[in-house]
Structure formats: C-alpha cells, structure tokens
C-alpha cells in the first residue's frame, strides 16, 4: 500500500522548499513549481503567477490526476503536466520539483547533458542527466518527451528552459535539484576554468552504481565512459 504524504505536512514541504529555491537562485521571479500526491488521485501543487519566495499555504490548489482543480482559488501552472505525467507513469513517485537553476539550466541551452563521471556522489544519486529536445511551454509535448524517463532517471534538463526532478518525497525531489545544479557547477569548473578532470573508470562506476539501492535510490541513469563510444 503506497504511503502518500498527507495535506499538511505536504503543504508545510512546499513552503519551505519554494522559499530554498528563490533564496538558492533557483528560481526568478514567479518561476518554478512543485507539487506533491497526497492520495491515489489529488496532487497538492503550487499556482500560477505567485513567487516561490513569498508563498503562503492558502494559495496552493489540490488538483486530481487530470489537472482539474478540487480545491483552491489559484490557477494551476501550465507546467503542471509534467508533474502529472510523471505520477501517471510511475506511481512510486510522490514529488516533483520545477526550476531554472542557472547553471544547469546554461547546459541545456548549450545542449551538453551532464554525464561526466567525476564526481562520486553525482554517480550515485543521479548517473546522468540528459538533455531533452526543446519543446513549447506548457504543450503537450514536453510530457511527451520526458514520459520515458520518469522510470529510469531521477531528473532531467530540458532544452532553453530548466531543470526537472522527482522522488518518492518532496526533499528527495528538491535535493536532486540542488544536486544537478551542483553537478553543473563542478562540471563547468572543471571543463572550462580548471580545464583537466580525472574522470571514473568503469569498475569505479559500477561498485558506485552498485550502492543506489543502499541509499534507498531505485534509479538513476549510468554516465558516460572515458574512451568508450568516441567517434
């Protein structure tokens, strides 16, 4: 029996994290979402055109499974179908986290997919982050391409416009967030200002890969091998 995290305490999580995004610069303005399942067909989610930073927990709006609004006064983001393909195609997820963290967000305008194995914890918790193709805001599209996914990542970077993640809690989806950008970060440092990186072999990898279940982690992609599939 699947253990949804109830109205309260998932309200209280969306707060908090919404106020951790805009204080980290994750999010600008009134960007970003989140949202969490509180039952076999509500979500609990954030509304449109509100800050992050300065939310209060009577904007937020329960919505079932379809995007229709059960309860609240707000309007729900247009992004929301993401978040609700992403329930419909795993159940096992129970939180999802939208933002434009500006570094990783720089990779997809880039279309370079962090896959580098160099850093151990980013192998564990994440193993890669693709980039997926440019699709209209708010279409139909973007679920589309992020569907398959929802089941053998944990997040995702989406082309000119954000970072996208999940979890079976609202903190695992917000600290995969922290943890791509983070990825980034250490990335860009080592491509671009240091300009030499050690990376991991695949027997480290592996042993690396191995631990997920350790953590409680039941995805995450594999990143790519130094020398292996160069053109």
Known sequence: MKKYVNEKDAAGAIIDIGQRMYQRNLVAANDGNISVRIGK??????????SKGF???K????TDLDGNVLRGEGRPSSELKMHLRAYKENPQIMSVCHAHPPISTAFGIAGIALDKPILAEAVISLGDVPVLPY???GSDEIPNIMAPYFTSHNGVILAN?????WGSDPYAAYYRLESIEYYAY???LTEKVIGHSNPLNREQIDALVAMR????IMAGGYPAIPGENDN
């Open 186 to 188: 250490i990335t860009m």
């Open 135 to 137: 699709a209209e805001l």
């Open 41 to 50: 067909k509500e979500i609990l989610a954030t509304p449109s055109g509100v």
């Open 161 to 165: 416009h954000g970072v996208t993640t």
């Open 213 to 216: 279940s350790k953590f409680g």
């Open 59 to 62: 904007m937020l709006i329960v």
């Open 55 to 57: 939310m209060k927990k």
